[in-house]
């Protein structure tokens, strides 16, 4: 093994990582893409039943030999030499933990027989955070390479199977083939998130995940405000799987509601999106990671858990809240429409930006030493009514978007890129992944080689050591002849604006601060803005000092708002604090927001409901209402809830725990 590895040239040939990935082949729809990316049930086995075993040696060769156990739920490794371990030190990898697996070969003459696969893991440390592991075996039970090769592909193949909740054949004839083709998704980022940190934390942790699970991926870094939403106005949609952005929760209002201005707003908004958490609130990457079963995180912790929920696939629908202002300008929310103190510290705890997170704990203890109360009415249709008569939904007027792709050409080198954005390709990254180079399948153009200070290829901590070289991505099998050839996809360009004649409406414009929409689901359950409200709708008036109307759970990646929120549940929560609370009861209540046991305290000035849709109606004359954090104009609102009118990409529930 202290021989020479040699890279083989890989071509145009699919590398051994797409194992990596079973989200299913590219539909047409985005509906059809949303029902794929959902991973079949896993098979009913026990958590314990073990589905293959065998004997591997180490990289680097030290001696060790290993028994390998896979189970449902993890992978059991035990010491055989030179000294067998009775209870083994880091023995069990959950599942839970694992991104991804490849199959590896030597560059050494005299290793050429054997083959080898790499795990890729994320555990937890003594204190709570991820540190990456990767963990390499040596398949040597046979003469040829062929053989081996074959075994090491059959463990890879079975160990994604069960990331990705794809059933194991009865027969126990496990193949590459059983794996789909790779998912193409777009990563928006926006550099400046959180405390600016969020491009570097992009190349350190998001991007080497993705790509040892096998994702296809191009990259946007966005370069101004509202530039996510043109984006997404002139995609077309039909070549990717799914839009996931790498920042706070304003970058996904922007994704939604750019697609709430295609004529094609209807199908558009059903495309997956996801969130990686880079932000200063991360309120929706708080509920992903609750419902993905992990424990309250921050900070990088929050963006690791959220990164390896993304790479196991899976997505859900996500409730959408259509509202709109009092000009009769309307926005889609997914997360929550606030009045009052919260709504006051998110906007002035703005010039505090640099503190991250910290910011919001900053902003609310300079809100409550100037605590205001706030007049207003609002009025909700609860959960129980059933509307009298219910209109048929319909569309609104749509406008075009305001960019257009070019056709796509045939193969040929690569463009420059318009000064619309820049993509991965355009940049460097020095990142420390486990091979020579990154190259995202399906992609248009190569990405960048990227290494360790200029090294060669890495291999994780405690199984590497001096003087062994790496190893060298395994040479592809041939694709099956079911497998389907990857698409010519049209590159993102800058094109002419258009507009509808028949519309009468002009384009929106995407430079202005909370720029919103008149288009969108029909609000059945809604009258005009301005009118009274039907029978069984319940009115509450008098001195506020916050009102929230929330969809998931999470107002904060640390504050649990509502419990028991689901994405998909097809209500608007509705929390309020009346006039009257002391300041030191408001800080206890947000101090138990921490642990969602807020509503448990008998405050008697807070309030909850659950709607489908409400009314709020400011009688002061000035204040601040925020829509998913970002401010909109000030006065009477309204909004309806649409359950399941978009997709979001959770990952599996509950992710599995550590087995005894």
């Known amino acids: 093994m202290n021989g020479h590895l040699e890279t083989e040239e890989q071509g145009d040939q699919r590398p051994d990582q797409e194992l990596t990935w079973s989200w299913g082949h590219r539909p047409r729809s985005a509906p059809d893409r949303a029902k794929a990316m959902a991973p079949p049930p896993p098979p009913p086995l026990a958590a314990s039943t073990p589905l293959l075993h065998g004997e591997f040696g180490s990289f680097p060769a030290r001696g060790s030999r290993f028994a390998l156990t896979l189970t449902p739920q993890a992978l059991h490794v035990q010491r055989l030499r030179p000294k067998p371990e009775a209870r083994p030190r880091g023995g069990l990898v959950p599942l839970a933990e694992?991104?991804?697996?490849?199959?590896?070969?030597?560059?050494?003459?005299?290793?050429?027989?054997?083959?080898?696969?790499?795990?890729?893991?994320?555990?937890?440390?003594?204190?709570?955070?991820?540190?990456?592991?990767?963990?390499?075996?040596?398949?040597?039970g046979a003469a040829t390479y062929e053989e081996n090769r074959a075994?090491?592909?059959?463990?890879?193949?079975?160990?994604?199977?069960?990331?990705?909740?794809?059933p194991l054949p009865g027969d126990g004839e496990i193949t590459p083939e059983l794996l789909p083709k790779p998912p193409r998704l777009l990563l928006l980022v926006n550099p400046l998130g959180g405390r600016g940190l969020?491009?570097?934390?992009?190349?350190?942790?998001?991007?080497?995940m993705i790509s040892e699970a096998g994702l296809s991926f191009n990259l946007i870094q966005t370069?101004?405000?509202?530039?996510?939403?043109?984006?997404?106005?002139?995609?077309?949609?039909?070549?990717?799987?799914?839009?996931?952005?790498v920042s706070g929760d304003g970058l996904l209002f922007e994704v939604l509601n750019g697609f709430l201005d295609r004529p094609d707003w209807e199908e558009a908004v059903k495309t997956p999106v996801g969130i990686l958490p880079c932000g200063s609130g991360n309120?929706?990457?708080?509920a992903v990671?609750?419902?993905?079963?992990?424990?309250?995180?921050?900070?990088?912790?929050?963006?690791?858990?959220?990164?390896?929920?993304?790479?196991?696939?899976g997505s859900r629908p996500l409730d959408l809240m259509s509202v709109t202002l009092a000009?009769?300008?309307?926005?889609?929310?997914?997360?929550?429409?606030?009045?009052?103190?919260?709504?006051?510290?998110?906007?002035?705890?703005?010039?505090?930006?640099?503190?991250?997170?910290?910011?919001?704990?900053?902003?609310?203890?300079?809100?409550?030493?100037?605590?205001?109360?706030?007049?207003?009415?609002?009025?909700?249709?609860?959960?129980?009514?059933?509307?009298?008569?219910p209109t048929p939904a319909r569309g609104l007027p749509r406008a075009k978007s305001e960019l257009t792709l070019a056709p796509a050409p045939a193969p040929a080198p690569p463009v420059a890129h318009s000064p619309l954005h820049?993509?991965?390709?355009?940049?460097?990254?020095?990142?420390?992944?486990?091979?020579?180079?990154?190259?995202?399948?399906?992609?248009?153009?190569?990405?960048?080689?990227?290494?360790?200070?200029?090294?060669?290829?890495?291999?994780?901590?405690?199984?590497?050591?001096?003087?062994?070289?790496?190893?060298?991505?395994?040479?592809?099998?041939?694709?099956?002849?079911?497998?389907?050839?990857?698409?010519?996809?049209?590159?993102?360009?800058?094109?002419?604006?258009?507009?509808?004649?028949?519309?009468?409406?002009?384009?929106?414009?995407p430079g202005s601060p909370g720029a919103v929409s008149t288009r969108g689901p029909h609000d059945h359950l809604l009258p005009p803005l301005g009118t009274p409200l039907p029978p069984g709708w319940v009115t509450l008036e008098g001195d506020f000092v916050l009102m929230l109307a929330i969809s998931p759970s999470h107002l904060g990646a640390d504050l649990v708002a509502a419990p028991h929120a689901r994405f998909d549940d097809g209500l608007v929560h509705l929390c309020w604090v009346r006039g009257g609370i002391s300041r030191a009861a408001l800080l206890r209540l947000f101090l138990a927001m921490e642990r969602g046991s807020h509503f448990s305290l008998g405050c008697p000035q807070l309030g909850y409901a659950a709607a489908r849709a409400f009314r709020l109606e400011p009688l002061t004359p000035r204040g601040v209402l925020t829509v998913d954090g970002e401010q909109v104009e000030y006065g009477p609102l309204q909004a309806q809830m649409h359950p399941g009118l978009g997709t979001l990409l959770t990952g599996p529930p509950g992710c599995p725990r550590r087995e005894p």
């Open 198 to 208: 969020a491009w570097q934390w992009c190349k350190t942790h998001v991007l080497p």
């Open 283 to 286: 309120a929706l990457a708080g």
């Open 422 to 509: 820049r993509s991965v390709s355009d940049l460097p990254l020095p990142l420390p992944l486990p091979q020579p180079a990154l190259t995202s399948p399906g992609s248009p153009e190569p990405l960048p080689i990227l290494s360790l200070n200029g090294g060669g290829p890495e291999l994780a901590g405690d199984w590497g050591g001096a003087g062994d070289a790496p190893l060298s991505p395994d040479p592809p099998l041939p694709s099956p002849p079911s497998s389907p050839k990857a698409a010519l996809l049209s590159p993102i360009t800058e094109g002419v604006p258009e507009t509808l004649a028949s519309s009468g409406l002009p384009p929106p414009t």
């Open 98 to 140: 694992v991104s991804g697996c490849c199959t590896l070969r030597s560059r050494s003459p005299s290793d050429a027989a054997a083959a080898y696969f790499c795990i890729y893991t994320y555990p937890q440390g003594r204190r709570g955070g991820r540190r990456r592991a990767a963990r390499t075996f040596r398949v040597d």
């Open 151 to 166: 075994e090491a592909q059959r463990w890879a193949t079975a160990l994604m199977c069960l990331l990705r909740g794809l």
């Open 327 to 389: 000009s009769g300008s309307r926005c889609l929310s997914f997360l929550s429409v606030a009045w009052g103190f919260v709504s006051d510290v998110d906007i002035q705890s703005e010039r505090f930006r640099a503190l991250g997170s910290a910011r919001f704990t900053l902003g609310t203890v300079l809100g409550l030493a100037t605590l205001h109360t706030y007049r207003g009415r609002l009025s909700y249709l609860p959960a129980t009514v059933e509307p009298t008569s």
């Open 223 to 245: 370069e101004r405000q509202n530039h996510a939403r043109e984006l997404v106005q002139g995609l077309r949609l039909s070549e990717w799987d799914g839009i996931v952005t």
């Open 289 to 313: 990671n609750q419902h993905g079963g992990f424990e309250p995180a921050l900070g990088v912790d929050l963006l690791l858990n959220c990164s390896l929920l993304l790479c196991r696939g």
